[in-house]
């Protein structure tokens, strides 16, 4: 399915860049939960556009309206329709320029693939989309948090080559993150981060990066192997992210150099259940949640939007020389952070829900 | 879903490692091609144990039988039924053993989860799952070859730290690939990794390793925006094998350190039509594949099965050392080159029908 | 999945009868078909309340706003968010009466299954969630329509005991159909219809009725066997509107007590095709369309909310008599009309790029 | 999903009449559950042919093997594979016939859909594809037994035009519909039905019929609004099987004759929770469980296959005169009486666990 995601909590996103509005509809939000859109914003206006001069400075205020599937601040069980309109409405044919897909941008595979494209802007391939997941993810979030406590935490762990050094994942918190501009809890390395996104930005050209995330307090038993297992549905939602080339979990490809008498995460009881001494399993055996913490990686190539001149051609194969007009983000990570949250809450209460359907009670 | 993957190319497995058999049902098959058991041993041949002194010694043919969904050697659009029969079926109680859930595994997950669990081997979590998985890919693979000329082929590109060079992605070939046991087509590199499987399988270890696979000649257009873009489907896909940790496409995680002057793919003409010069994309721009080869990565953990003690507690939590009886793989690479293709046969052609319908003719 | 209907043109349906809005996102249309709200609006302005003082004089405008999906009044491939804004928005708590199940009505089981309900109307339950559907069936019926020529009309057959004599099902049209209030298309049969409804509405009583839906140029191969044969798809797609009771097709019930040898539909040559000299069938043979026009029937019970005083107890158990207050339908197929035919659109759209994802061409 | 049912207890079958096997996978049954193959011989012993001599003489045995997904007598949670091998496989061309499209059978458009059939019998049109459907049924059925004492009994009610008397619908058990060969616990009536199967027989034609069934003990909350309420999951399921062409529930469509205040069902309290006097609604409410009976009907057409001469034509359209060979079922509804069981179980328990999934708690 291509818009929706999920099985028993299933989010359908709409909405292009330059169209009226986007958003989403939940279905299968469980019933009887406070909700309103105090508990959505937040993580939209970590989200929106122009929070600081390393971003793009278009202005989206990006307050959500909740259409349906509530009354008087409670949820119904039924379906939740999130509208977020757009400031910037003006679809336009920007004439020559939209004869010219821009490289590593959708604008040919969407040309190629639909027979046609929004004329401005990315249309549904822009980072306006994951604004739809985030108010989902809002919800979910609340949800996995009054239910399990489960804590869902995601840092910007490295921006081009600069890398953080590793942190506490019992104790990293949303705003230990939020205290930097770039979202990096390390305060040494977020300097380091800034000071080269603003040399990169003034270099109008872009960079990379990664994101790490946390998902502390997940219980047993979450993943539906064989296809759903719990880091299947994760690489799934998070590869789903524009701009994304990578994912890996726990130990991830640094793992594949280690021996398993090293990796094998060893038994222990703490406090009473099994857990494990290390994990290099990063929360997950047999793609189902082993009570640790899930830590997970994803990486970001650098942004394709770059205001140097690039050689290429356009749809007729005529050689021209690109170069974008306006301000961009150099670096999207910082305010990938919030999406990539909103990710994971989303896949953990769908695979929770379907824990719940087999075993009948709660806990999972 | 979780013993089904794809909507219109649908495969359901099941098969645990000591049931009577193991297997799949593909349904959606394109009705009308030819198709026999011959069309699907080679890669269930290639997965199977006791291939050489480098995997384990567990005797089991793997023939295939096609139960239903064929007439006269052609398919007939119908559910195609795949069966192999286990050799070994023996489940019993291992009695003490059973008390311990081995670390790294998914005995202490599965018990969670389900409240029970099969009592030998790994059931449903073992490798022997990947069975009906190989089957409908060998399958689908042919429909992709026949339609589209659809390349794929994986190799071994690490074992533990030793990394091969990289390959000529244009003419990498399956004989190159099985040329040596390792399944790496660079000689010195499988030497080398061929050295060191067995030096750990004297130290009684294990180590994992990193495949690469490259898909040629996949049309322009395949992938689902937003959720079931072409490198998540593929994420998911791969993230839902046995023992991987990692995923990346194009430039990957490496991407991330790039600059967007250095990573952007310009566009060419080739041949009449828009390629691009560069590849960092691996094949993908905006969740669709562009036409160049699909380019991605799979990270395996270190096998958790070892002979070396491990001092680990049992599921009431008593302390107990922990010793692996018998031979198994000190390393899974190899056996899952076929696996790797298989799997991207599965989403390839899944998405192709999907652009088949979108757009009503053929090529997408 | 609930709020979810279909495999390749799917809509999700959002909205309870007083919140802010009601509406639906439509994934999967095809790119590239013009499209403005005007396509949409008439069979919504079909549907609404007030158009006679045959039905409820609750005042909606019912005017859609397409928010995404299209630009320059074509598709573009994605999501179709469409949204009719509710201009009676009053959630309130009745007090006295929400502690009385209205009989026949959902007040009850919504209650029991999620815990809680909307205050006021039917909420989710109520004839206003048709709307989305028939907005997004508007689409799908324009594609039909310039695709293959479909054409879908439905009509009242039965308001009570007065059944209308069969119609022409090669010839009947929209606007024989509306050229009644009652929307049947025998004059003599519709004035009898309205008298029994009037009369009814005098009484404070309601009823019930029956509706017949044509397909014509429907083209062979439509419906996907085993569990998505397409009367399997109609008949879940009719019984999950509200009221109604009963789905039968071709030959339906009645057909139940001939014989074969005058039930089978022989078949002979129709402008160099196969066609069947009777239509038994209703169009569907072994759950795909043969080519003849699909023909079937769905039954509505009597409107639940009545004015006459009703013997009930509340959710405490205690005995009171209930009477609804103001008007209300005191027939719902009239407006029922718009809907069934949406529905049927829905299905075809939807079975219609599954084969077409089969066989690649088109025609299917 | 054409050969998928079900959400969370998802049904998938495979198999032609000829091939060398037919039987289902089931994926998603709680584990813990003790079952073997006694379980599920049962229901296929009803259903096989050759039961008396008002059946088709083909003799199976129908002998079910569990192939995965059970150990030492329990489930695991995980898929179940079943299968029944066929003994009749003989998969051969029969040359003039099979230019010939029988009427009323899926002969022409399996043809027409897939450009390829099954060249005997029915192929995947078959009656003998339900076995996989009856023996995923007899699982469910047996888990709805034991979690709410759920009671599923169908019997036949009509064939052709003669009908059975109303039944107690809180008393009918499996044992007294058996009683009789034609499965009508009305002994009158089922004489008269015998006699007249016995007069078709000899006169090489066939008739419809009508099933009756009831499911009792069902608990309130089944049925997930708007497009898979209970009724709207039941008629989908009803007419997905071989030869049917109507459902109705409740009052169903006689219920369309009816006034609201002799229809609606008033509440009244039953052994302290809320019930209704009357139960036109059968059992469903807002297409949610109400915890009174379901009662359903589903109509048969009459069977194709004839011995009667039937002026037809070829697939070439020349004009040939078509006689069956062979001894065919004249009624199909007394071996339809397990099926339509089964299929109610399976739409049942799939709905149950998403009630679970939301609330959490049994029961639901």
Redesign the interface.
């Known amino acids: 399915?291509?818009?929706?995601?999920g099985?028993?909590y299933?989010v359908?996103?709409?909405?292009?860049s330059h169209?009226?509005?986007?958003?989403a509809?939940v279905?299968?939000c469980?019933?009887?939960m406070e909700l309103t859109e105090a508990d959505i914003q937040p993580q939209l206006s970590r989200r929106r556009p122009g929070q600081s001069d390393l971003t793009t400075p278009r202005q989206e205020d990006d307050q959500v309206?909740?259409?349906?599937?509530?009354?008087?601040g409670?949820?119904?069980?039924?379906?939740?329709?999130l509208?977020i309109n757009n400031k910037d409405q003006r679809?336009q044919?920007y004439g020559e320029m939209s004869r010219i897909?821009r490289?590593?941008?959708?604008d040919?595979?969407?040309q190629?693939?639909?027979?046609?494209?929004?004329?401005s802007g990315g249309?549904?391939?822009s980072a306006r989309?994951t604004i739809g997941r985030v108010a989902a993810g809002a919800i979910a979030e609340k949800w996995l948090r009054l239910t399990y406590g489960i804590e869902i935490v995601a840092w910007v762990s490295?921006v081009?080559?600069i890398e953080a050094p590793a942190v506490d994942l019992e104790r990293i918190s949303r705003p230990e993150v939020d205290a930097t501009l770039v979202r990096c809890p390390d305060g040494a390395a977020a300097a380091r981060m800034e000071e080269r996104i603003k040399e990169?930005l003034a270099a109008k050209?872009?960079?990379?990066?990664?994101l790490t995330c946390v998902c502390r307090n997940v219980p047993?038993?979450l993943?539906?192997?064989?296809?759903?297992?719990l880091?299947?549905?994760?690489?799934?939602?998070?590869?789903?992210l524009?701009a994304?080339?990578?994912?890996?979990?726990?130990?991830?490809?640094a793992?594949?150099?280690?021996?398993?008498?090293?990796?094998?995460?060893?038994?222990?009881?703490k406090g009473?259940q099994?857990g494990?001494r290390t994990n290099?399993?990063?929360g997950?055996?047999?793609?189902?949640?082993?009570g640790e913490p899930l830590v997970f990686?994803v990486?970001?190539?650098?942004?394709?939007?770059?205001g140097?001149a690039?050689?290429?051609?356009d749809?007729d194969?005529r050689e021209v020389i690109l170069e974008a007009k306006g301000r961009h983000d150099p670096c999207v990570v910082p305010r990938a952070v919030p999406i990539v949250e909103s990710m994971a809450a989303l896949v953990l209460l769908d695979l929770a829900?379907?824990?719940?359907?087999?075993?009948?009670?709660?806990p999972v």
Chains 1, 2, 3, 4 share one sequence.
């Open positions: 399915m291509s818009s929706t995601l099985t028993l299933r359908t996103t709409f909405g292009e169209c009226k509005g986007v958003g509809i279905d299968g469980p019933p009887g309206t909740i259409y349906s599937g509530t009354e008087f409670r949820t119904l069980g039924t379906p939740i329709m509208l679809p044919d897909p490289p590593s941008h959708a040919f595979t969407y190629m693939k639909y027979g046609v494209r929004a004329s249309g549904r391939s989309e490295a081009g080559d990169i050209d872009s960079t990379g990066g990664i047993v038993g993943g539906e192997p064989v296809f759903d297992k880091e299947a549905r994760l690489a799934q939602a998070m590869l789903s524009p994304t080339k990578g994912f890996d979990i726990g130990s991830g490809f793992g594949t150099r280690m021996r398993g008498s090293m990796h094998n995460d060893l038994f222990v009881t009473g099994l494990t290099h399993s990063g997950v055996q047999g793609g189902i949640s082993n990686r990486g970001f190539k650098p942004v394709a939007t770059i140097l690039q050689e290429t051609v749809f194969g829900l379907q824990q719940r359907a087999r075993r009948g009670s709660c």
